[in-house]
């Protein structure tokens, strides 16, 4: 029979799973209480890495309806359970495997979809979506500040001509009647130049 504990443990472990884009499950024997706060610190706060049990992981995930670690779940296991950056974490987990062999990482799940061992090192090898954004900023760092002038000046250049359309708009009505006296006083003199003519 299931205690309170246990199925407290499951409902947590199902939840992690359902609420993170990734998990990566990894066997850790061999490493130390302080090794493993380093990791937990290299993956930082949008991975949750949880030290779990076996048999309670395989309830969880069948709840959340995740066969990719059916066969896996064996010796001392840990799930890095990731909300953030997919490859960034899975770059931080191949690169503390690299320094520290005793962490195994033997597969994985990334939106759904099962990966093994080696798809998750390709996926670390991807370039992660702070890198991209920062290559991007590197390239446009140079003329970015004339950048942004060139589009301040055609912002300011519409909001005037924006501004100018609707003003003109508006006093169309006052213009036209402005208009009309001013052509019937130049029509005026030459009616009365056509009239002394004929005389």
Same mark, same amino acid.
């Given at each position: 029979?299931?205690?309170? =504990?246990?199925?407290?443990?499951?409902? @947590?472990?199902?939840?992690?799973?359902?609420?993170? =884009?990734?998990?990566?499950?990894t066997?850790?024997?061999?490493?130390?209480?302080?090794?493993?706060k @380093?990791?937990?610190?290299?993956?930082?706060?949008?991975?949750?890495?949880?030290v779990? !049990?076996?048999?309670?992981?395989?309830?969880?995930?069948k709840?959340?309806?995740?066969?990719?670690?059916?066969?896996?779940?064996?010796?001392?296991?840990?799930?890095?359970?990731? !909300?953030?950056?997919?490859?960034?974490?899975?770059?931080?987990?191949?690169?503390?495997?690299?320094?520290?062999? !005793?962490?195994?990482?033997?597969?994985?799940?990334?939106?759904?979809?099962?990966?093994?061992?080696?798809?998750?090192?390709?996926?670390?090898?991807? @370039?992660?979506?702070?890198?991209?954004?920062?290559?991007?900023?590197?390239?446009?760092?140079?003329?970015?500040?004339?950048?942004?002038?060139?589009?301040?000046?055609?912002?300011?250049?519409?909001?005037?001509?924006?501004?100018?359309?609707?003003?003109?708009?508006?006093?169309?009505?006052?213009?036209? @009647?402005?208009?009309?006296?001013?052509?019937?006083? =130049?029509?005026?003199?030459?009616e009365?130049?056509?009239?002394?003519?004929?005389?």
């Open positions: 029979m299931a205690t309170p =504990t246990k199925v407290s443990a499951v409902d @947590e472990i199902t939840t992690d799973f359902k609420d993170s =884009t990734a998990a990566v499950l066997e850790y024997r061999g490493l130390t209480v302080a090794q493993l @380093e990791l937990r610190r290299a993956l930082g706060a949008d991975t949750k890495f949880s779990v !049990k076996n048999t309670l992981t395989g309830i969880a995930a709840e959340a309806g995740i066969d990719a670690f059916e066969g896996q779940l064996s010796g001392p296991t840990a799930i890095a359970f990731i !909300k953030g950056d997919a490859v960034a974490a899975a770059k931080s987990l191949t690169d503390f495997a690299k320094a520290n062999p !005793k962490l195994v990482i033997k597969t994985g799940i990334f939106e759904g979809k099962a990966l093994d061992a080696s798809e998750v090192v390709a996926l670390a090898a991807l @370039e992660s979506r702070e890198l991209q954004l920062a290559r991007v900023a590197g390239v446009l760092k140079a003329p970015m500040s004339a950048l942004a002038r060139t589009v301040d000046a055609l912002r300011i250049k519409l909001e005037e001509g924006s501004g100018a359309a609707p003003a003109a708009d508006a006093d169309a009505p006052a213009a036209e @009647e402005a208009a009309a006296p001013a052509e019937a006083a =130049t029509e005026a003199p030459a009365e130049a056509a009239a002394t003519e004929a005389n």
